[in-house]
């Protein structure tokens, strides 16, 4: 187990450094690590859930299930991002996480949130921080679905996550590699598989994106902001526990 002093997240600009007194609470809250394969539930819709995570390598995606078995994806996971919390203060998850590569995962016991926000201020402020990110993401993600093309979704979708890669650490200094299949994407997007193969079809005739098995390579990351009408991901270091 990789203890909290020795994170290979600290010192990353990504994220904000801990005080002492800070860093002591998150290592006695850290019950221990979960390693799963690509492929696994880590959290299941309608369940009960004693833990939270924070990724510590690795790559996941939330979603929900309709009854005929359709899908949306809600969002990505990378190193840093914090799962579960809305089990921890709602008494049951509303989504699932599935693992889209293998992952390590720190694990926190949730009834010891309470004693977060009751001695450590900054540390709640950052929980707060988290969750208010997670909806400012759904907003923009909203947006995309009511208003922008089906070209301008996934070109918005896959700058946001290659640049939350890169700020994550998964590809070194740049925003190259998505381990994301066409279905994927179509779940996501909400398309059908077939206008998404369509659309990854008018990225790559611009010279935007490669794409491949096994995923997406970015090849014009200002190209895709400029379709997307967006302007990126901000430079402020993130908070995580």
């Known amino acids: 187990m990789v203890e909290c002093p020795k994170c290979p997240l600290h010192g990353m600009k990504t994220f904000r450094a801990f005080t002492a ?15 799963v394969e690509k492929g696994a539930t880590i959290i299941m819709e309608g369940h009960h859930n004693a833990h939270l995570y924070t990724v510590l390598s690795g790559w996941a995606f939330r979603y929900k299930l309709l009854p005929d078995g359709k899908r949306q994806i809600l969002n990505y996971l990378m190193p840093g991002d914090l799962a579960g919390l809305q089990g921890s203060l709602l008494g049951e998850m509303q989504h699932s ?24 201020t900054g540390l709640a402020f950052d929980v707060t921080w988290i969750a208010a990110r997670e909806e ?8 995309s ?3 922008r093309s089906a070209i301008e979704r996934a070109a918005y979708l896959i700058a946001f996550i290659g640049s939350r890669a890169r700020n994550a650490g998964l590809n070194g200094t740049t925003a190259a590699q998505i381990p994301m299949t066409q279905q994927l994407l179509a779940d996501t997007l909400g398309l059908s598989l077939v206008h998404t193969n369509k659309t990854i079809r008018k990225l790559v005739d611009r010279k935007l994106i490669g ?18 009408r967006w302007g990126g991901i901000g430079e402020t270091p993130r908070p995580f526990i």
């Open 21 to 35: 007194e800070e860093l002591a609470f998150v290592s006695g809250f850290k019950r221990g690590e979960l390693a």
């Open 97 to 120: 996480v599935e693992a889209l590569s293998p992952m390590r995962l720190c694990v926190f016991e949730r009834d010891k949130l309470y004693d977060l926000y009751r001695n450590h």
């Open 136 to 143: 400012q993401i759904l907003d923009e993600n909203l947006l």
């Open 145 to 147: 679905l009511g208003r």
């Open 211 to 228: 794409w491949r098995e096994g995923g997406c390579e970015i090849k014009d990351m200002k190209g895709l902001l400029a379709l997307a």
